[in-house]
């Protein structure tokens, strides 16, 4: 790495800190500080969103799918359209309505305070194994580019994302991760711009190539449930993904429940899933570019290819600034899981047993649980295995994300839908639904995939509570 691209390097972290640091400045009591007096723009929550939801997977990950594969996994975006406006429909009204701070209060008003409890702490494992596989990606490139060993690159991304989200909050976060979205889309953009001119014959030849090789499909119809990227896994799959991730995950509801209104915190969310469309696909075009630019060559581990590219083959300021959005792409995550770990901690754990607690003494918890979290992401990131040669590290965070959200979005279902269902059989059905699928991928990967999952443990989880339900206990817990 160059002077150049270390300059603009820290130009940036040091920037993007003090600036989030003063974006959040002055909260005075929890709900300001995670829920930033509700009163975020739309916009700004919508490119949160976005940016939270993908982040460096996005930037290193999904240029390695098409670089193996083709352009199928468009179909994974086309299905998160369509779960988020299940979720604006169903789900919004019932969280804006109570002036929720948390998801899982939702929870707490149907079926009480361990189920709040337990999906609460759901919520927290699967986030901290998921995004510390996130970082634990992200550390890759910044280790390529300077030297560090592994674990000072995570410490390094660490550090820098605590500092502005421990001081800003929720604030800081949304704004900080519009920007760092607008950096890292420019920087997919100059990739398509370098490559077409690295490349002989630039994207007419890249495509040519690319459709010969059948690198272009985008619709595969099979009905073999083994293989993640078909229509049907796509617009089924990837709606349940979405509902669960959007609909049940702390991580996403908070932001919508910071904008201003029902219709704001709609448009974010809808409006995300045309973006994340857009985001896809302008990576997916990325890693047609480098599957060209390199030749077909095989790799160890493919989020390592577009790292390798950005250090081998740009120039001296234009490799910082891609470096400098692989960062952007890590922190926005990152940062938003702090945030969101914290609240959950505060709200559903520490203040649902403390009714005399008022906001002040909320706000100092969750600094308290902030340091926490930030200790743990780091430590899962450094003692997490290397990614396996078949997996790229979007695909195993949306795993692991995957084995539990049926069980989190059967619950809100029922939670919204059934009169039958009662405290103890809606807990049943979470875990039967969750522990149907975790052992369907161990024992049955190959036979069915990973986008299935949310479904099947939706499914499950709703299927369950109503047997193990009762009218009578559905009345008593009314």
């Not at 005399?356 to 200790?375: K, P, Q, S, Y």
């Given at each position: 790495?160059?002077?150049l691209?270390?300059?603009?390097?820290?130009v940036?972290?040091g920037?993007?800190t003090a600036?989030g640091a003063?974006?959040?400045?002055?909260a005075?009591g929890?709900?300001?500080?995670?829920l930033?007096?509700?009163?975020?723009?739309?916009?700004v929550v919508?490119?949160?969103?976005?940016?939270t939801?993908?982040?460096?997977l996005?930037?290193l990950?999904i240029p390695?799918?098409?670089?193996?594969?083709?352009l199928?996994?468009?179909?994974?975006?086309a299905?998160?359209?369509?779960?988020?406006i299940?979720?604006?429909?169903w789900l919004?009204?019932?969280?804006?309505e109570?002036r929720?701070?948390t998801?899982?209060?939702?929870l707490e008003?149907?079926?009480?305070?361990?189920?709040?409890?337990?999906?609460s702490?759901?919520?927290?494992?699967t986030?901290?194994?998921a995004?510390?596989v996130?970082?634990?990606a992200?550390a890759?490139?910044?280790?390529?580019?300077t030297g560090?060993?592994l674990?000072?690159s995570?410490?390094?991304?660490?550090?820098?994302?605590?500092?502005y989200?421990?001081?800003?909050?929720?604030?800081?976060v949304?704004?900080?991760?519009?920007?760092?979205?607008?950096?890292?889309?420019?920087?997919?953009?100059i990739?398509?711009?370098?490559?077409?001119g690295?490349?002989?014959?630039g994207?007419?030849?890249?495509?040519?190539?690319?459709g010969?090789?059948?690198?272009?499909?985008v619709i595969?119809?099979?009905l073999d449930?083994?293989r993640?990227?078909?229509?049907?896994?796509?617009l089924?799959g990837?709606?349940?993904?979405?509902?669960?991730?959007?609909?049940?995950?702390?991580?996403?509801?908070q932001?919508?429940l910071?904008?201003?209104?029902?219709?704001?915190?709609?448009r974010?969310?809808?409006?995300?899933?045309?973006?994340?469309?857009?985001?896809?696909t302008?990576f997916?075009?990325v890693?047609?570019?480098?599957?060209?630019w390199y030749?077909?060559?095989?790799f160890?581990?493919?989020?390592e290819?577009?790292?390798?590219?950005i250090?081998e083959?740009?120039p001296?300021?234009?490799r910082g600034?891609?470096?400098a959005?692989?960062f952007?792409a890590?922190?926005?995550?990152?940062?938003?899981s702090?945030?969101a770990?914290?609240?959950?901690?505060?709200?559903?754990?520490?203040?649902a047993?403390?009714?005399?607690?008022?906001?002040?003494?909320?706000?100092?918890v969750?600094?308290?649980?902030?340091?926490?979290w930030?200790?743990?992401?780091?430590?899962?990131?450094?003692?997490?295995?290397?990614?396996s040669e078949?997996?790229?590290?979007v695909e195993?965070?949306?795993?692991?994300?995957?084995?539990?959200?049926?069980?989190?979005?059967g619950?809100?279902?029922l939670?919204?839908f059934?009169?039958?269902?009662?405290?103890?059989?809606a807990?049943?059905?979470?875990l039967f639904?969750?522990?149907s699928v975790?052992a369907?991928?161990?024992g049955?990967?190959?036979a069915?995939?990973w986008?299935?999952?949310?479904l099947i443990?939706?499914?499950?989880t709703v299927?369950?509570?109503?047997l193990?339900g009762?009218?009578?206990g559905?009345?008593?817990?009314e």
């Amino acid at each position: 790495m160059t002077s150049l691209d270390l300059a603009i390097l820290v130009v940036y972290l040091g920037g993007i800190t003090a600036w989030g640091a003063w974006l959040g400045r002055g909260a005075r009591g929890g709900e300001e500080y995670f829920l930033g007096r509700r009163d975020l723009p739309w916009v700004v929550v919508l490119l949160s969103v976005v940016a939270t939801e993908t982040s460096t997977l996005t930037f290193l990950s999904i240029p390695g799918i098409a670089y193996g594969g083709s352009l199928a996994f468009v179909q994974i975006a086309a299905g998160y359209v369509l779960g988020r406006i299940a979720v604006a429909s169903w789900l919004l009204p019932a969280y804006r309505e109570g002036r929720l701070r948390t998801a899982y209060e939702l929870l707490e008003a149907r079926f009480g305070t361990e189920t709040r409890r337990l999906t609460s702490g759901i919520f927290m494992i699967t986030r901290l194994l998921a995004d510390s596989v996130r970082l634990f990606a992200t550390a890759i490139p910044l280790t390529l580019v300077t030297g560090w060993p592994l674990i000072a690159s995570v410490l390094v991304i660490g550090a820098v994302t605590f500092i502005y989200t421990f001081i800003g909050g929720i604030r800081a976060v949304v704004w900080v991760d519009a920007s760092q979205m607008a950096l890292y889309l420019a920087g997919g953009l100059i990739a398509l711009v370098v490559l077409a001119g690295a490349v002989p014959g630039g994207w007419p030849e890249i495509l040519a190539r690319a459709g010969e090789a059948g690198k272009l499909t985008v619709i595969d119809p099979s009905l073999d449930f083994g293989r993640p990227y078909t229509l049907w896994a796509g617009l089924l799959g990837g709606a349940f993904l979405s509902m669960g991730s959007h609909g049940a995950d702390q991580l996403i509801v908070q932001r919508l429940l910071a904008c201003r209104d029902l219709a704001a915190s709609r448009r974010a969310l809808v409006g995300s899933g045309f973006a994340v469309l857009f985001q896809f696909t302008l990576f997916l075009f990325v890693g047609l570019g480098l599957w060209a630019w390199y030749d077909g060559a095989a790799f160890v581990r493919a989020d390592e290819i577009f790292a390798g590219f950005i250090v081998e083959a740009l120039p001296a300021g234009v490799r910082g600034l891609l470096i400098a959005g692989v960062f952007a792409a890590a922190m926005s995550t990152l940062s938003s899981s702090i945030n969101a770990l914290s609240s959950t901690a505060a709200y559903d754990f520490w203040a649902a047993s403390r009714p005399e607690a008022d906001e002040r003494r909320i706000l100092r918890v969750g600094r308290i649980a902030a340091v926490a979290w930030t200790a743990l992401l780091v430590a899962a990131a450094i003692g997490f295995i290397p990614l396996s040669e078949e997996s790229t590290a979007v695909e195993v965070s949306l795993g692991i994300a995957s084995l539990v959200y049926g069980g989190l979005l059967g619950a809100f279902a029922l939670a919204r839908f059934s009169r039958r269902a009662t405290s103890r059989s809606a807990r049943i059905g979470i875990l039967f639904g969750i522990g149907s699928v975790t052992a369907i991928w161990i024992g049955a990967r190959a036979a069915v995939a990973w986008p299935w999952f949310v479904l099947i443990g939706t499914a499950i989880t709703v299927a369950v509570g109503l047997l193990a339900g009762s009218r009578r206990g559905a009345a008593a817990s009314e």
